[in-house]
C-alpha cells in the first residue's frame, strides 16, 4: 500500500492557521489603550483613584512631582515602577474585565481598588 504524501498542501493549511492566530493576536494588541494620568506630590496620588472602562489595554502615565524616587505598585495588577523624582512612569496593563453573576450574565459590577 502506498500512501501519497502532499507536502506543499500540508504546509500550506499550516501557514494559513499560523496567520490567523497572528492576525487575531495582532488584533487584540492593536485595540486602543486608554491612557489615564496619575501624578505624586508630597508622597500622595493624585487622583488616588481611578476608574477605567472594563475589557480595554489600560496606559498609566505616573508624574513623580516629589524630589524623592517612588515606586508604584499594585499587587493584583502584578506590577511595579520605580519612577525617579521630576520624571515619569509608563505603565501598560492588560484589559480587565468585570465581575459578573455566572447564573445571570446580565448581572455585573465593577472592582475600585482604594
Known amino acids: 500500500m502506498r500512501i501519497a504524501f502532499a507536502p506543499f498542501k500540508f504546509v500550506s493549511c ?14 487584540t494588541r492593536a485595540q486602543q489603550a486608554t491612557a489615564i494620568g496619575i501624578s505624586v ?3 500622595h496620588f493624585q487622583p488616588s483613584e481611578i476608574r477605567a472602562p472594563a475589557n480595554k489595554p ?3 502615565r505616573i508624574k513623580n512631582l516629589d524630589t524623592t524616587a517612588m515606586e508604584f505598585e499594585s499587587v493584583s495588577l502584578r506590577v511595579e515602577k520605580v519612577v525617579a523624582p521630576g520624571s515619569e ?5 492588560r484589559p480587565l ?5 455566572d447564573f445571570h450574565q446580565e448581572a455585573h459590577g465593577t472592582l475600585v481598588a482604594q
Do not use: E, Q, R, W
Open 58 to 60: 489600560l496606559t498609566l
Open 41 to 43: 506630590k508630597g508622597h
Open 97 to 101: 474585565a468585570p465581575f459578573f453573576d
Open 14 to 27: 499550516a501557514l494559513a492557521l499560523v496567520a490567523t492566530a497572528f492576525l487575531t493576536s495582532a488584533g
Open 89 to 93: 512612569g509608563i505603565i501598560n496593563v
